[in-house]
């Protein structure tokens, strides 16, 4: 048996504490909730459920050491117990980040806290320790070289690590780009911008009040402090958890670690398959997934099978790569790939002459117009240069996304497109073995066996696909050992060529590509043409040795090629991007962003709903709302007249907003140099992190904003103009933007004239 908790540590100069929650009791309070717990409760019916799951708090300070032993106790209890059956007792703890942060200090706290005369000599201990994971997570040699922290790592504790920081990839949120040096670093999503994602009722942050003169008193006894006033004080230490946690903050900051823990719980309620996948997995294949991204759940299946297959052990390949200087498109392309057209085989002879020495994006690209259509070839694969559109099926054609078989490992496998330092029978019937099983477990119902033993059919399918659509990119990264660009061009090359083909015998049989990406083309399929269009498409599959499925869509409405929605023959929709009201919650990783716009847009043209319509019928208040997140050198102000003199009001770095008719104006303000800048375009919101039961009608939501932001996805697509499409003052051709402003007669040549390029 499992037992499961959520875990959450904060450390103070003076004060450790540990929250826990029965993970399971907290699933069973909220068991007929689906979707986010706004949905379908009143914040009162939340916090009152909340109140009753089980939850354990503990906590040492340099004056207390009541519950030392208690705490102690509580993690010897986690000790596994195996039974006579062979079945084990053990425990899993949850946590955002534990597996770098919390379990650290918990190993700290395990093997140092009999080690101290008092508990103020340990605190200052597990704050040297706090401070030191912190400063060095940027530097993970140094991270991995400090002779404290490795000693402390190599403490075996009794409970299983669940990072749900590492399972969905929220370590890896984003990128930034240093200004001097070009360098990428990925960083990560906080707990806080996550639980918006979520819906979360309380967007908390701990924030202490200024420093007053009992706290100063207490730094004034330091050397480094003495003398110094209390607004010294507050100037030089602005880090909350920094300060020295006087006893009457000890009780919010409690609320807040809990507040912290159920977050974690929510994660798991709203996105129990991905913790399903990894359990059912490390049954299956005897690896322990519960810390992994799905990027390194594909790293360690192929490290796995690979070595099985081949009969080596992991070193032996791990480290292998084919290093290439130049890379010859005639000795990529594949010899079967032939064309009918002039304009395609003089395409084709062009391209067999191309050499490169690099393989980022911009090393090859050709663009060429085909029947109307304009496709751009580069490194990475095909794709159109689509104009914002709405395609609607009628009695006399259809409009059909054609969608190939896992295209790109479809190639590897059937070319053999193996890296070159391994054995290339083994790894092509590795890539066959996950594909087949793959298509098996998407075609078998669980009633009738598991393909993978143990594993759900379904959850087997996703991580199969994982691992598939992971290869080719292996093929691309220089830190892992499938790296041979040599291999990733042959892939990508022919794939797009391939396509081509298709493209050129669709056009000439009069059926029009509207749209080719990577994975599939869309087509406008008269109805008197579909016996040509199926001969057409399985003298191809059997010439490129492919396959694919077929999409009929009754509309297609698309901003771009990442932003877009359709409904299909059978009522099934499907959402990407901006137009998906739901994007934020089925990947945490995307910011949150007025999700009520996007289902303005969907009724609008999906049910022929006026904008305004929807915005008002809307209840969900969480749906209007916006975020912004500041860094840590900034803080969030407003202003509010007070007494008759306008003061300022300090918010917490996170905040959640919606834009009202009566509202304030929201900026971030630079804790050093005292620097401001509007937040939100100046416009005046109301800040929403503790929501409340107040009935939507009292909100004073600026429906015009909405309606506004509404229609700027709205009329680029009705247009069939790109915001993005740039200007060319040579050519005097307007930009999408002022395109746009000119087709509502806002276009001024005195100033806009500025934004052609």
């Not at 826990?20 to 009162?44: I, Q, R």
């Not at 016996?531 to 698309?558: F, G, P, R």
């Not at 905040?655 to 929201?666: A, C, E, L, M, Q």
Request: charged share 30%.
């Amino acid at each position: 048996m499992i037992h499961s908790l959520a875990v959450d540590l904060e450390v103070f100069e003076n004060m450790i504490s540990f929250t826990f929650v029965d993970l399971k009791d907290y699933l069973d309070k909220f068991a007929d909730c689906k979707g986010a717990l706004t949905d379908s409760l009143t914040v009162e019916e939340i916090t009152s459920r909340l109140d009753k799951v089980k939850s354990w708090i503990f906590y040492v300070s340099d004056t207390d050491d009541s519950q030392m032993l208690s705490i102690v106790d509580f993690f010897e209890k986690m000790r596994p117990i195996e039974h006579e059956d062979g079945s084990v007792d053990r425990y899993d703890l949850y946590g955002y980040n534990n597996q770098g942060y919390d379990d650290m200090l918990i190993k700290a706290f395990l093997m140092y806290w009999n080690r101290f005369d008092n508990t103020k000599q340990l605190c200052l201990f597990l704050k040297e320790v706090n401070d030191k994971i912190i400063s060095l997570q940027d530097d993970k040699d140094a991270l991995w070289k400090d002779k404290l922290l490795n000693l402390i790592r190599k403490y075996r504790v009794h409970y299983v690590t669940v990072d749900l920081f590492k399972i969905f990839a929220l370590n890896s949120a984003g990128v930034n780009i240093d200004k001097d040096t070009g360098e990428r670093k990925k960083y990560g999503k906080s707990l806080k911008q996550v639980s918006i994602n979520l819906k979360w009722y309380n967007l908390l942050d701990f924030k202490l009040p200024p420093i007053d003169d009992e706290e100063g008193d207490i730094y004034r006894k330091r050397n480094e402090y003495k003398g110094m006033t209390n607004e010294q004080l507050n100037c030089l230490i602005t880090a909350d958890f920094s300060r020295y946690l006087l006893p009457r903050y000890v009780k919010p900051m409690l609320y807040y670690n809990k507040n912290d823990v159920f977050l974690c719980c929510e994660m798991v309620r709203q996105k129990p398959d991905e913790v399903i996948l990894r359990y059912s997995l490390g049954h299956a294949y005897r690896i322990n997934f519960l810390c992994s991204a799905r990027s390194n759940i594909a790293d360690k299946l192929l490290n796995k099978f690979y070595a099985e297959r081949s009969g080596l052990h992991e070193d032996a390949f791990k480290n292998l790569r084919t290093q290439r200087t130049a890379l010859s498109f005639n000795k990529i392309i594949f010899p079967h790939i032939k064309f009918k057209t002039k304009q395609l085989q003089d395409l084709l002879e062009e391209m067999k002459k191309v050499v490169i020495y690099r393989t980022n994006k911009d090393s090859f690209v050709r663009e060429i117009e085909f029947y109307g259509t304009t496709y751009t070839l580069a490194t990475g694969g095909i794709h159109t240069q689509d104009k914002p559109v709405i395609l609607k099926s009628t009695d006399k054609y259809v409009y059909v996304h054609h969608d190939y078989t896992s295209y790109y490992p479809s190639i590897m496998i059937s070319y053999e497109v193996v890296p070159a330092h391994l054995n290339r029978k083994v790894f092509a019937k590795m890539v066959d073995y996950f594909k087949q099983t793959r298509v098996k477990c998407k075609h078998t119902d669980d009633k009738d066996g598991f393909v993978v033993p143990g594993v759900h059919n379904k959850l087997a399918a996703e991580a199969l696909k994982i691992v598939i659509n992971a290869i080719y990119g292996k093929y691309g990264y220089e830190n892992f050992w499938l790296y041979d660009r040599l291999a990733q061009m042959r892939v990508t090359i022919n794939g797009q060529l391939m396509t081509m083909t298709l493209c050129e015998s669709l056009e000439l049989a009069g059926i029009h590509v509207v749209s080719a990406n990577t994975d599939g083309i869309v087509i406008k399929l008269p109805y008197d043409k579909v016996d040509v269009y199926n001969q057409i498409c399985k003298e191809w599959n059997e010439t490129n040795k492919m396959s694919a499925d077929d999409e009929h869509y009754k509309i297609l409405v698309s901003l771009n090629v990442n932003n877009y929605f359709d409904i299909q023959s059978n009522d099934k929709i499907e959402y990407k991007g901006a137009l998906d009201p739901k994007q934020y919650i089925k990947d945490l990783k995307k910011g949150y962003d007025m999700p009520v716009v996007a289902t303005a847009v969907f009724e609008y043209f999906a049910h022929g709903k006026s904008v305004m319509e929807t915005l008002r019928n809307h209840k969900d208040i969480l749906d209007f709302c916006k975020t912004q997140n500041v860094g840590r050198q900034f803080e969030v102000v407003y202003q509010k007249v007070v007494d008759g003199e306008v003061v300022d009001v300090r918010s917490q770095r996170h905040v959640r907003f919606y834009v009202s008719t009566k509202g304030v104006v929201i900026m971030k303000q630079h804790v050093s140099t005292g620097a401001r800048s509007v937040l939100a375009s100046g416009k005046p919101v109301q800040i929403l992190n503790l929501l409340d039961d107040k009935d939507i009608s009292e909100r004073n939501i600026d429906y015009a904003y909405y309606y506004e932001e509404a229609y700027k996805i709205i009329n680029p697509i009705k247009l069939g103009i790109s915001p993005n499409q740039k200007g060319n003052s040579k050519n005097k051709t307007l930009s999408g933007k002022s395109l746009l402003k000119k087709n509502f007669g806002l276009y001024n040549d005195l100033f806009d004239n500025e934004e052609e390029q």
